[in-house]
């Protein structure tokens, strides 16, 4: 007997405000938050891209910028309505970015994306939850039936969070968010087993509703990853900029302080942006140069973004 499919759409759009990367989340009937989503209309949706700008359309009343294809989530049971006998739920999440969307026709929410995954935000040295973590994930490594799954627990907690002698790796978004969830550290991982978790669980991070922070995650290593080698930061921030405005809105994508001069010398050097002759006298301190993006630069570089991101002092 063939069984039903319904086609999703997911959308992580992410802001950058106050020097913080937020992720547009609305409420679900379990009062947890998720990511805006619609179904796909076979009938009147040409594409897949189509659909979902339409929805964020009509529940925003704003247009999206930029969007790309994220990746397609069907594991089964992923949504509590398919655990429930309702058809197989597919989800194709896009990753949107955004300088200013109001959520407010949606009864959405701007909520800073380290909430949910507070072991990526470095900027302020090393997060004080990866003690806790890595003693929760020793505790499971120990409970492995055999050594060598023990060894390979430890080998996977070590790489994966920068324990050990490891260093961190701040690609390696979902990664942690997958070790963590298969370790059942996350609330996202009992509730999946249809289980409320004990008031004894050790848990990290806030959760969502579904499988949409392993979905903010992706996003989230995604865009960490294609800062390397593609301009998006420029997507979110304004026309013209400091380039220590620049420089924060890098740091808080990244999660990582950056040293400045290096930085700067990447950016000017790389002909990522170009002077504009003004002066912002709103620093509050001593007035800075305005830049704007080189849009030349995609026809000079094949990977015109801000390079490998290294921590400053490191």
């Given at each position: 007997m063939s069984r039903d499919i319904t086609v999703g759409l997911n959308a992580v759009i992410v802001s950058v405000r106050e020097d913080e990367p937020r992720v547009l989340t609305v409420t679900d009937a379990s009062e947890l938050p998720m990511l805006p989503s619609g179904a796909l209309d076979p009938e009147s949706d040409r594409?897949?891209?189509?659909?979902?700008?339409?929805?964020?359309?009509?529940?925003?009343g704003r247009e999206l910028g930029y969007v790309e294809q994220l990746y397609t989530f069907g594991d089964e049971g992923r949504d509590p309505r398919e655990r429930a006998g309702g058809p197989r739920m597919l989800s194709v999440a896009y990753l949107a970015l955004t300088q200013d969307l109001p959520a407010e026709a949606a009864?959405?929410?701007?909520?800073?994306?380290?909430?949910?995954?507070?072991?990526?935000?470095?900027?302020?040295?090393?997060?004080?939850?990866?003690?806790?973590?890595?003693?929760?994930?020793?505790?499971w490594a120990r409970q492995a039936r055999s050594g060598a799954e023990r060894e390979r627990r430890a080998e996977r907690t070590e790489i994966c969070f920068g324990l050990g002698g490891a260093g961190w790796d701040g690609y390696r978004v979902l990664e942690r968010y997958e070790l963590l969830y298969g370790a059942g550290l996350t609330y996202e991982s009992w509730v999946d087993k249809g289980?409320?978790?004990?008031?004894?669980?050790?848990?990290?991070?806030?959760?969502?509703?579904?499988?949409?922070?392993?979905?903010?995650?992706?996003?989230?290593?995604?865009?960490?990853?294609?800062?390397?080698?593609?301009?998006?930061?420029?997507?979110?921030?304004?026309?013209?900029?400091?380039?220590?405005?620049?420089?924060?809105?890098?740091?808080?994508?990244?999660?990582?302080r950056l040293h400045t001069q290096n930085f700067r010398r990447l950016v000017e050097r790389g002909g990522l942006v170009e002077k504009t002759g003004r002066i912002d006298t709103r620093t509050g301190g001593r007035p800075a140069e305005l830049f704007r993006f080189r849009r030349e630069v995609l026809r000079e570089r094949r990977a015109p973004g801000v390079g490998a991101l290294s921590p400053r002092g490191r």
């Open positions: 594409t897949l891209e189509l659909g979902l700008r339409g929805w964020v359309r009509h529940q925003t009864g959405g929410h701007w909520v800073g994306c380290y909430g949910f995954l507070p072991w990526e935000d470095w900027r302020n040295e090393r997060p004080s939850v990866l003690d806790d973590i890595g003693q929760a994930l020793d505790a289980r409320e978790p004990p008031a004894s669980a050790r848990l990290f991070g806030k959760p969502m509703a579904h499988d949409h922070r392993r979905i903010l995650a992706t996003g989230l290593a995604r865009l960490r990853g294609k800062l390397r080698y593609r301009p998006l930061v420029f997507e979110l921030i304004e026309d013209q900029f400091t380039l220590a405005q620049l420089q924060r809105v890098v740091e808080a994508l990244a999660g990582l």
